[in-house]
């Protein structure tokens, strides 16, 4: 995708003045793509004299601690062209790594936009306390496609992204497709994002709340927040005096929408602090009743997909402010899934005429030329798993049976074929009435790379 799509995609204006920055460019530049600047700083000093400058940034690791001067600067975009993976900005551990000053009063007006960046080993300075973020009151500090990681609040001040000086003022961050995890909140404050936040398809994982006589949560501490389609997972509060645990997740107001909370420690038995409304959430111990385990892919390897039986799997919410689509690009279609995953392989089994018609099997978010298998399971005496046999998670009175089908040669459908486009339309089959359970595989070099979850579908 090239920069004026992504920059699109992202909400900037690509049409706006432009400057480029490369860390191995020998400097001092003049921010043209000929002459880049060597630095984040040089480019956005460029920006903040142009009316909503945009600097484009080429991978590359950059040591840096980056003052985004107000009150001029903002609306200022600092756009990694090659995504947070590749494109870092590290503040080498003795200040935040982004700072956007104050305007009047100490106060800021506007906004300051970071997309595709991984934003690392910051350090909250009395000055300005948030390690990964500082932004003054009044400033939208908005994210896209960032990781935040690896930061340290001081006193009072934010891991990942948080308020002003002591947090007397406050940011509502905007956080989208991102990740906030392993940072650590100062005395009182979150490790992850402090403020009035908006966040969705983000991951807030493994951050640690700071200590202190009122100790802080571990992902997010604000006044009223709203989180759509995000993941809670691991973060622990801060330890505070006589014992006094900060919440493991959140503290703060507002709704949570589709969100998971899950493995964060949990002081009185509850994730959340705070008068929040949830809606289609999964909490552990939380303010909504209920401890199914989202089955994660691998949290100890910090990979928080679900699994294909996961109980998130279009177990959400349509709601118009649900994003069209997950942290990883895949689209949200029909109910969406619960957290920052959609579950990439989906299958379909219906009857579109109704009761005592054909069968159809619908396979969706395909690729040209994916190896897709489908097994099918019956009869099916129970849920998903049960009965005398597991194979493959399917319920089964003879496993043999689906071994076979996985061994049926390509072009055998609907077992065993290569997609021609991003949504395969198989039979129609006419079937006698029975319970079903069905589930589709994706194979690449001989390994299985995607499943869908199980499907139970009774035929009529």
């Known amino acids: 995708m090239g920069v004026v799509m992504v920059l699109a995609a ?34 956005v000093n460029a920006a ?126 905007l956080l989208n497709n991102c990740i906030v995890r392993g940072n650590q909140g100062g005395d009182g404050n979150t490790g992850g994002v402090r403020g009035d936040a908006y966040c969705r398809n983000t991951l807030f994982a493994n951050n640690t709340g700071g200590g202190g006589m009122i100790p802080g949560p571990g992902a997010a501490l604000g006044g009223t927040s709203n989180f759509i389609n995000c993941t809670f997972a691991n973060n622990v509060g801060g330890a505070g005096a006589g014992g006094v645990q900060g919440a493991g997740a959140i ?35 939380g303010n909504v009743p209920g401890l199914t385990d989202p089955l994660f892919a691998d949290p100890v390897n910090d990979d928080f997909h679900v699994l294909p039986l996961s109980p998130c799997i279009d177990g959400g919410t349509a709601l118009m402010t649900v994003p069209v689509a997950d942290f990883d690009g895949d689209a949200r279609v029909g109910p969406p899934d619960i957290g920052f995953d959609e579950a990439f392989l989906r299958l379909v089994v219906d009857q579109p005429g109704g009761a005592g018609g054909p069968v159809r099997v619908q396979n969706h978010h395909l690729n040209f030329g994916d190896e897709i298998f489908n097994v099918y399971s019956t009869p099916c005496p129970g849920a998903p798993g049960s009965g005398p046999a597991g194979f493959l998670g399917l319920c089964t009175t003879n496993p043999a049976l689906l071994a076979a089908q996985v061994l049926t040669p390509v072009g055998t459908f609907p077992f065993h074929y290569l997609a021609t486009g991003t949504t395969s339309n198989l039979g129609q089959y006419g079937l006698p009435p029975q319970t079903i359970e069905a589930l589709a595989i994706r194979v690449a070099g001989g390994a299985i790379v995607d499943t869908s979850a199980i499907v139970d579908f009774t035929v009529q």
């Open 251 to 285: 503290q703060s107001s507002g709704v949570l929408t589709n969100c998971v909370l899950w493995g964060n420690t949990l002081p009185v038995s509850t994730a959340v602090t705070g008068p929040l409304f949830m809606v289609t959430s999964i909490t552990q111990g």
């Open 48 to 173: 903040a004299s142009a009316a909503f400058g945009t600097v484009v940034v080429s991978p590359g690791r950059y040591f840096e601690n980056v003052v985004v001067p107000g009150p001029s600067a903002f609306g200022v975009t600092v756009f990694g062209s090659a995504g947070a993976s590749r494109t870092i900005v590290d503040g080498g551990g003795v200040g935040p790594v982004f700072r956007v000053t104050t305007g009047v009063f100490g106060m800021g007006s506007g906004t300051c936009n970071l997309t595709g960046l991984t934003i690392t080993n910051g350090q909250g300075t009395l000055a300005s306390r948030s390690g990964g973020v500082h932004a003054p009151d009044g400033v939208t500090a908005n994210l896209y496609g960032c990781i935040i990681e690896g930061n340290v609040g001081a006193v009072g001040g934010a891991g990942g992204i948080g308020g002003a000086v002591g947090g007397a003022y406050g940011t509502a961050p």
């Open 10 to 43: 992202a909400g900037v204006q690509a049409q706006l003045p432009t400057f480029y920055v490369d860390v191995n460019a020998p400097g001092p530049g003049t921010g043209t793509q000929i002459n880049p600047f060597p630095t984040v700083q040089g480019g």
